[in-house]
Every structure is written in C-alpha cells, then in structure tokens.
C-alpha cells in the first residue's frame, strides 16, 4: 500500500477479530514505527516498546484499567465512557501497545513516542492490520504497580498505547475536508 493511501485510509479500529498477530509481523511494525525522526537532544534510544500479546492478558489488563479509572475518576467532561457498563478499554485487541520514554522537563519524551506512534498506526494499515490510540488506560499505566508487573522500565514512563490487530470489517470513516490554511506573509 503507498503511504499517501494508508494515510487517507486509516481508521481507527475498536473492533477485531480473535486471531492472533505473528510476532514477526509485530516486530516489523515496531521498526517502522522506531522510524520516526526524534532530535539529537532525544539520544539514541528516544522510546521503549512494550508489548502485551494474548487477548486474555490483554483483557484483563483493560478490565484492571477500566476499574482503576472508575474508582480514581477525575472531574469534569469527557468521562462519559466510564459510565458505559461494556466498554472494553482494549477493544478485544489481540496486541497492546505501548511506546514508553523517559521523561524530560521539555516534553520532548511526549513528541517522540507521539511520532512514533503515527509511523506505528501507518505500518499497520500498510500490512492489513488495524489500530486504535487508546487514552483511557494512561493514568493506570502510570501507577508503579502497573509499571513493574508490565516490566516498563522504572526510568520511563507509558505515553501512548494503542491497540493492534486484524479488524472486524472495515470502520467507516468521512475523509476531513480540506483544511484552513493560513500562508504567512
């Protein structure tokens, strides 16, 4: 698939199969996505990949998100999926995951694995597997218990996570217009 057509046909899929995703294939999407062009002041190992295989695990570790969130539930709008008593944190996703980085008073970890994460979703649509970028489950993956059972280095911390598989149809999608364009003077 050229990149232009992944990028004009990449949906996000919150709905998939139950067939398992080959590691190899994995590992090559992690490549892809370790693509992505970070700056020097981000070193030379600018994220760290956690994966999390098996629907079952990943399962539970969306049910043990969704529960934290419920009993830690911040104020305010945007909450409203807590109240859904199916939601599915992970979508039913055979793979999770996450791009981790070390912290840093610029924010430059936050840009890198954002970056990373969208080479990672292209690569994906470009193999025939779909994706979703998850925000529920981010303040559960920051809890130190959480962090050491799904073996994130102490150093870093979890900034994207996102779903993988093979999608259960094809999501409907309304490409954007285009957008406002402002040309400086």
């Known amino acids: 698939m050229h990149t232009v057509d992944a990028i004009h046909t990449r949906r996000s899929v919150r709905a998939y199969q ?13 490549w892809d996505a370790a693509q992505a062009p970070t700056p020097p002041v981000s ?25 934290f969130a419920r009993a830690s539930r911040p104020q305010g709008p945007g909450y409203a ?17 996450l791009i ?17 994460g969208q080479n990672l979703m292209l690569s994906a649509q470009a193999r025939g597997l779909g994706t979703c970028w998850v925000g529920s489950p981010m303040h559960w ?18 900034y994207a996570a996102f779903t993988l598989g093979y999608a259960e149809g094809t999501p ?6 285009r957008p406002p364009v402002i040309w400086a003077p």
């Open 18 to 30: 139950p067939r398992p995703v080959d590691r190899h294939l994995i590992e090559e999407i992690l």
């Open 172 to 177: 409907t999608g309304k490409p954007r217009e």
């Open 81 to 97: 999926w807590l109240d859904q008593e199916d939601f599915s944190v992970f979508f039913d996703a055979p793979v999770v995951i």
């Open 43 to 67: 070193g030379a190992e600018p994220f760290t990949f956690v994966v999390i295989e098996g629907a079952d695990k990943v399962a539970l570790c969306g049910a043990r998100a969704l529960a």
């Open 100 to 116: 981790c980085a070390v912290p840093d008073e610029l924010g430059q970890a936050a840009f890198d694995c954002t970056r990373a």
């Open 141 to 158: 993956l920051r809890e130190p218990m959480t962090r050491a059972e799904l073996t994130i280095p102490d150093t870093h911390l979890a």
